[in-house]
């Protein structure tokens, strides 16, 4: 069975306070793994793909990267704007039959 | 593009009743899925469809039906509704060929409350 395994489940940070929110996972043929910020009250709003160890992808002051075990998601000098909700997410199978098994997701409070 | 659309954003429910809740997207997606989130519990698959016509269980679900007619729309129907229903339903849709990312663009979402 798919396992995905978001830590810690909430963060309160000061803003310019750098950190990293972890997603480890278990799954047999993982075809990618997929990082979605969401805000209360909204759905989840996509970040990063990534399908390959090594692999690293960066958005403003987010940076995701990727190993044979777990991803991390690196928020470099945060503001409050990034408070959210942080979801990971991993893929297994492909074409028109793959299966997306979602964290539980890290709560993520950036104080002014 | 107006992406995925939901309708409604909040309803309540008796213990019973059974309804309808809608996704519409735009984008010629093949791949719809609905979600259930809970608190602590994540995101959890209910149904999803792979093109008209063609439709799937996932994790959780007992107590919904679904059905689709044409690539845009892809409803979701409860039966006979029950308080451990109550949750907040997210639809998605996305390609589904590996010449994409699967990338999945999520509705607003629609908030239940069964009483």
């Known amino acids: 069975e798919d396992q995905v395994t978001q830590s810690p489940e909430a963060l309160r940070l000061q803003e310019g306070e750098s950190s990293s929110l972890n997603c480890s996972y278990t799954v047999s043929g993982l075809r990618g793994l997929f990082w979605y910020r969401q805000d209360p009250g909204k759905g989840p709003e996509f970040l990063f793909t990534?399908?390959?160890a090594g692999e690293e992808k960066e958005k403003e002051r987010l940076k995701a990267t990727l190993t044979k075990k777990e991803s991390f998601l690196h928020i470099t000098a945060p503001k409050p704007e990034d408070s959210a909700t942080y979801l990971c997410a991993v893929l297994r199978g492909g074409g028109s039959n793959y299966k997306l098994t979602f964290g539980k997701g890290t709560l993520l409070t950036v104080n002014p | 593009n107006a992406g995925v659309t939901q309708t409604p954003k909040f309803q309540v429910l008796k213990t019973g009743q059974s309804m309808t809740l809608q996704c519409a997207q735009d984008m010629n997606h093949e791949y719809m899925s609905w979600y259930r989130q809970d608190p602590g519990m994540g995101l959890r698959l209910i149904h999803y469809s792979v093109g008209a016509g063609i439709t799937d269980q996932g994790e959780v679900p007992n107590g919904y039906n679904v059905s689709r007619s044409t690539t845009e729309d892809f409803p979701l129907r409860l039966l006979s509704a029950a308080p451990s229903q109550t949750s907040v339903y997210f639809c998605?849709?996305?390609?589904?060929?590996?010449?994409?990312?699967?990338?999945?663009?999520f509705g607003p979402g629609t908030r239940l409350t069964v009483t």
């Open positions: 990534l399908y390959s």
């Open positions: 998605a849709s996305s390609y589904a060929s590996s010449d994409y990312s699967y990338e999945q663009y």
